[in-house]
């Protein structure tokens, strides 16, 4: 307990510094505080939190861009003007301006001048260009020479040759050597030609998806520092022999929404040390594709969810990788006692959502010793009974869109203390099962859109502190069952103390995130930082 709130004073502190150096340094945004909203902000931005000088002209209406002299010689890290009518952007718009992330998305600019963006060339890393009806096979001569540049997009744009194609060469020669992320989502297209990242040696992540590619781009090839691939809803079929030969740094592909129904042995080869998480959901296979995936030696996460997967039979996923999440939501899914030999020792998270299933398969599960997670949302299950879970020992239970009306508390013996439980939409009238067990067994419970009852069982489950986090959910008067009341609703308590005594708060939970490991850190810090924003966004903005 004292270490974890000298952890937070500890933090405290560093926030605090934080603010205080925020106020101090604050923009000043002289003229432009009729269109703009201008300030530092606390914001999570590329995996951490920050305090980032921020000049939001989102949504105003502009119809020219605002004369931004008063921010010559201020670092500014994002400027925002996306959805406004922006259509020509005069040569000197940015001149003197120093800015890290531009976001001019969603603007009717349909072409950009060829040097806007070259007083920007020392400082621009991020540029968002989403739907600005630009045709980029026009060519993208603006982006030349901004050698800083790490992320570009340029989705929910055009292609001006008819077929669709992504021609060869678009790149070449603009100088953009740090570009890393590229988005090409929403293009309408169709190939994908050799050449393409041409002069973009440094490429990492690129999104390809919501387009009509047919086949792998043979051109992925050239980019050698492939790390991330998404072409989620394409029209892929088939994933070929050697389709990454060449490539070692592939981490993550996102196959989703495609229709591959075949996958062969040696599609992912070269891949063995690096592949860590394939997602395939909503795709056309029969089967795991054992065969493919037996030597990649990091997997960790592997995505069947909406395929036509009937069996999984005993060994097919025995393989050199430790997988540690499975999805299986959303398949035909016969479930049997030796399903998940091979990875019964890592298997932590595993989703079985739209299975059809009443009840667990417990025989296939009871196999998984580290499983903590288990998502099986969206079945037919109508009761919790005493033997639902078996011997599991779970810290995370999903269980949304089901029928449940019943539960029995001891069901939930099992399990560790610090359960987040989530409910919600289900038939439950009661949920006393909360009282019947040890103070402390849940964490967090939703029991949202459930037909549950005001009565004295939910005046002691919402004043007791017997859960660690407020309960979320509803319930109605038997009397009255129209009218609902939220339980946070004060109307509800204040209707429950007159028929039932104010139960005094007996159990003084400790939240199990709070223990050392890297989501108590967020949970902590998000509990800061909402009020370090609030604080801030007291401040008058200039
Ligand atoms: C910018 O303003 C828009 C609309 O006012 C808001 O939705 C958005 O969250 C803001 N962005 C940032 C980074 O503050
Ligand atoms: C922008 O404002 C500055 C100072 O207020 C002024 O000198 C400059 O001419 C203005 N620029 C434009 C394009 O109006
Ligand atoms: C954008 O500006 C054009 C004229 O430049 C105007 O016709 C159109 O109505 C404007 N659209 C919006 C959404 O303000
Ligand atoms: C702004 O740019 C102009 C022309 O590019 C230059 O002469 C001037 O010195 C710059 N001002 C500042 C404050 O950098
Ligand atoms: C895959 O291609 C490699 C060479 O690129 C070849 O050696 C191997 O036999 C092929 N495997 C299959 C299953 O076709
Ligand atoms: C299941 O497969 C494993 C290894 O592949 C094997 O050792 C075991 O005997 C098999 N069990 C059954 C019931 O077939
Ligand atoms: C409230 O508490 C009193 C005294 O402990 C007890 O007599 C009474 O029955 C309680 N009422 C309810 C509704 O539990």
Redesign the pocket.
Known sequence: MTCVSNMMAGRFIVYLMLWIASVTTDLTCRDLRSVCTCGMKFVWYEGAWKNLAVVNCSSAGLVSIPNFSSLEGQDIDMLILNNNNLTDIPPNAFRNLTVKELVLSRNPLKSIRQNLFAPLKESLKKLELQGVELYIDDGLVFLSNLDQLRALDLGNNHLKNEYGEFTGGIFDGLGLNSLKTLGLRVLKMTKLKEGAFRGLPNLEELDISINYLAEIPGELKNVKNLRVLNMYSNEINILK??TF?GLSNVESLYFGANEIATI???AF?GLEDSLQRINLYHNALTSVPV?AIVNLRKLKMLGFAANNIQTIENGTLVGEYRLEILELDKNPLTYHENMFTGVEDSLTTLFIRENELTTLPLRALRKLKRLSHLDAADNHITEIDKLFFGNLKLSKIYLMRNKISKVDPSAFESHPNGIILDLYKNLLTDISFILKLEVCKFDDVDVSSNPVICDCSIEEILNSGRVAFPINGECSFPEDESKIYRFDSPRLMERLVSSCNRTKQYAFCRPSVYEASSTSRVTVMNVLVTIMTLITYLQPHV
């Open positions: 022999n050697g030969d062969e042995e040696g080869a065969d």
